[in-house]
C-alpha cells in the first residue's frame, strides 16, 4: 500500500520556461475543447471549491497568450470572462451563511458550492480565490481584453475586497493560507486604482496582516507560525501559507513578509525528513498540496539557503488542480501564474548551519518536537513515528506504562560535528509517576546512512525498556508505501511488538491503514473539518520497537542504545571515566561531560 499524496520531490518538477511553455499549451487545448457556448471553462465534474474556476482558467489563457500570442485565445478570454462575470458573481446573501457582519450588503462574493444555502460555510475562500484569480487577469489585461469588460472586473474585484473585509468577519475559519491570501488580493488590486484609493487599500492590507493574522501567530518548536485551521502548521497549508507570503514580498517589498516567510522556511526545513516525508497538520495529516507550494518553497529555500523543495508534492496536481480525470481545474490557478511569473531558482543543498529541532546529515535526519522528543525519524529510507504505549506517545525510556519524554525545565541541546560525524545531545529534566527527578540524556550519532541512539538516565526500579519508534513508511522509488518493520538493531534485547486489543485507539502497522485514516476516526469533528493530530492523540496503543537496557552498564544508570538503518549486530559499550560518561561502538566514542558553568551538556566525539 503506498501513501496516495506524497510522491517525488517539488524540485525535480522542471520549472524552465519551456516547461511552463508546455504546460499552458497543454491548459490551452483543454480549455478551448471545453468552452460552453456559455462561456463557462469549469471542469465538468466540478461540484465544490468551483465559484472561481472558470476564472482561474481564464487567467492562465490570458498568461498564455501574453507569453504565446496564439491568436485563439482572446475570443476565449472574453467569453469566459463574459461568463463569470454574468453566471459567478454572486450579490444576494447565501442563505444560512454564518459569517456576516453586515447583512443585505449587495456587495459580490463566489460561491463554494453553487446551489444556494448547499454549503455556505465555504464563501470566504472561496471569495479570496476569486479575487486572486480576477487581480491576475487585470494584471495580464493589456492588449486582450476589452476596456469595459476590464472596468467591469475592476469593480468586480473591488467588491469583492469590500465584502471579504466589510461585509464579512475576517478570517472566519481560522487559516493562515486563505487570511494571507486576502491580503495579497488586496495589495495586488491596489496596482489598478488610482493614488489615494490604491494607498488606502494598501494601508488596509498591511494593517489586516500585522493585527488578524501576525498579532495571532502561535508557537511551535521555537518559531511563531500563522495559525492554520486552529493548529501551528499544517502540512498541506502550511507551505501554501508560505507562497502566499513569497507573492506578497514579490509585490509588496515589505519586509515583514520577507521575515516571517524566512521563520516559516526554516521551520518546514526543521520538521521535514531529508526525504522530503512531514505528516501533521489540523486540516490534512499526510495530504500534501503541490504546485501551490512551489512559489514559496522556491523563493525561501533561495533565501534561507536551504533545499526545501525536497517536500514531496501531490503529483496528480504537479502543475495544476486536477479532477479524477486529470483534468485541469482553475482552483488555485493564480499560484500556477505567480511561479510562472517568478524567476527564483531552487537552492537544492541542506543548509549546514545546526538547528535546534533538527539533525540531519546524508539520508538520515530526525526532526524533533517542542518537547526535543523526536516526530519523525528517517534512517535507511524508512521513516518512524513517535509510539503510543498507555495513551502516552513519543520516544524514550519506559517503565510501568509510563514514558519519560515530557520535561519538567528547561531541556538543553548540544550539536557536534567531527566532519566524518554529527551528533546531538538533548539533556532533559523528567518527573516520572514516583514525583522523583531524572535527567534523561539522548544522544544521537549519525554518519550520514546510520543513526545511533543512546538514552541514560538515572536508575529506575523494575524493567524498564526503550520505546524506540514506529516503523510507518518507507521510500519506494518516488513513492512511499507503508511499512511495518525497519532496519533496527539493539545493544540489548529487541522486539517489535503490536497491539493486542484491537479498535481505532489501536494503530497496527500491519494494517492496510494510513496514520490520516487512523487520526480522523479518532477525531471529535468530521473528516475535513476536525484536527487528526487531536485524534491522534487518543491513541491508546501502537506498534512499537521496544529496546532493553545495554548491559553492564554503570550500576547507578540505565543506558539504552539503538541504531537506525542497519539490522546488524550492534555492540555498545558504557562506562564512566575520567572525562564524563563514555560511549563506545565500532563507528566512533562519544563522551558526555559534566555540564559547564551553564549548566549547558558537554559532548566530546571522536570517530
Request: charged content about 25%; hydrophobic content about 40%; proline content about 7%.
Amino acid at each position: 500500500m503506498h501513501l496516495p499524496r506524497q510522491l517525488g520531490p517539488l524540485h525535480d518538477l522542471p520549472d524552465t520556461p519551456e516547461a511552463y511553455d508546455a504546460v499552458l499549451a497543454d491548459v490551452i487545448e483543454q480549455a478551448l475543447a471545453r468552452l460552453t457556448p456559455e462561456g463557462s471553462l469549469e471542469h465538468p465534474d466540478a461540484d465544490d471549491d468551483i465559484g472561481d474556476t472558470s476564472l482561474g482558467v481564464t487567467s492562465l489563457l490570458a498568461l498564455a497568450w501574453q507569453r504565446s500570442k496564439d491568436p485563439r485565445l482572446p475570443e476565449a478570454v472574453h467569453r469566459s470572462l463574459a461568463f463569470h462575470l454574468r453566471e459567478r458573481v454572486y450579490r444576494e446573501d447565501n442563505p444560512g451563511y454564518p459569517n456576516l457582519r453586515v447583512r443585505n450588503s449587495g456587495l459580490p462574493y463566489a460561491r463554494y458550492v453553487l446551489e444556494a444555502g448547499a454549503h455556505p460555510i465555504g464563501d470566504w475562500p472561496s471569495t479570496v480565490w476569486a479575487l486572486l484569480q480576477a487581480v491576475n487577469v487585470l494584471d495580464l489585461a493589456e492588449g486582450l481584453v476589452e476596456e469595459e469588460q476590464r472596468t467591469e472586473l475592476l469593480e468586480v474585484a473591488r467588491g469583492y475586497w469590500r465584502w471579504l473585509t466589510e461585509a464579512t468577519f475576517f478570517n472566519p475559519q481560522e487559516a493562515g493560507n486563505q487570511a494571507i491570501g486576502c491580503v495579497v488580493g488586496g495589495l495586488m488590486l491596489a496596482r489598478h486604482l488610482p493614488h489615494a484609493p490604491a494607498d488606502a487599500m494598501r494601508e488596509r492590507a498591511l494593517r489586516l496582516y500585522l493585527d488578524e493574522i501576525r498579532a495571532r501567530r502561535v508557537l511551535d518548536r521555537g518559531a511563531l507560525l500563522p495559525p492554520e485551521h486552529r493548529g501551528a502548521y499544517d502540512n498541506n497549508y502550511g507551505p501554501i501559507s508560505l507562497s502566499f507570503l513569497a507573492q506578497a514580498h514579490r509585490i509588496s517589498g515589505e519586509p515583514v513578509f520577507a521575515e516571517d516567510g524566512d521563520a516559516l522556511a526554516r521551520y518546514i526545513d526543521a520538521r521535514l525528513t531529508g526525504g522530503g516525508f512531514d505528516n501533521g497538520g489540523p486540516r490534512y495529516s499526510e495530504q500534501h498540496s503541490a504546485f501551490e507550494s512551489v512559489l514559496g518553497l522556491r523563493y525561501f529555500s533561495a533565501r534561507v539557503g536551504s533545499d526545501l523543495g525536497r517536500y514531496r508534492g501531490d503529483s496528480r496536481w504537479a502543475r495544476y488542480a486536477a479532477q479524477a480525470d486529470g483534468g485541469v481545474d482553475g482552483h488555485f490557478a493564480w499560484m500556477l501564474v505567480w511561479q510562472i511569473q517568478d524567476g527564483t531558482g531552487w537552492h537544492r543543498e541542506p543548509s549546514t548551519a545546526p538547528a535546534r529541532h533538527q539533525l540531519r546529515v546524508g539520508t538520515v535526519s530526525v526532526a524533533f518536537d517542542d518537547r526535543m522528543t523526536p516526530s519523525v525519524v528517517e534512517a535507511g529510507g524508512t521513516y518512524y513515528l513517535p509510539a503510543a504505549v498507555n495513551r502516552q506517545h513519543g520516544f524514550g525510556p519506559v517503565l510501568d506504562g509510563f514514558v519519560f519524554c515530557r520535561p519538567m525545565g528547561e531541556v538543553r541541546v548540544r550539536d557536534v560535528c567531527t566532519g566524518t560525524l554529527t551528533a546531538k545531545l538533548v539533556s532533559k529534566p523528567v518527573v516520572g509517576r514516583d514525583h522523583v527527578l531524572r535527567h534523561v540524556r539522548s544522544l544521537y550519532v549519525t554518519d550520514g546512512t546510520r543513526l545511533w541512539t543512546t538514552v541514560a538516565l538515572e536508575r529506575l526500579p523494575g524493567e524498564p525498556y526503550l520505546l524506540a519508534g514506529l516503523p510507518y513508511a518507507a521510500d519506494d522509488g518516488d513513492r512511499v508505501r507503508r511499512t511495518a518493520t525497519g532496519a533496527v538493531a539493539s545493544a540489548g534485547t529487541l522486539r517489535l511488538t503490536h497491539p493486542r486489543a484491537t479498535g481505532p485507539e489501536h494503530f497496527d502497522a500491519r494494517a492496510e491503514l494510513a496514520q490520516e485514516q487512523a487520526a480522523f476516526a479518532l477525531a471529535a469533528d468530521p473528516r475535513g473539518y476536525g484536527n487528526p493530530d487531536e485524534g491522534w492523540r487518543h491513541l491508546v496503543s501502537s506498534t512499537a520497537y521496544e529496546a532493553g537496557p545495554v548491559p553492564d552498564a554503570p550500576e547507578d544508570l540505565h543506558v539504552f542504545a539503538v541504531r537506525y538503518g542497519s539490522a546488524e549486530p550492534l555492540s555498545v559499550a558504557v562506562e564512566r571515566t575520567g572525562e564524563g560518561l563514555t560511549v563506545r561502538t565500532d563507528a566512533f566514542t562519544a563522551v558526555i561531560g559534566a555540564d559547564d558553568d551553564r549548566g549547558e551538556p558537554v559532548l566530546t566525539l571522536r570517530p
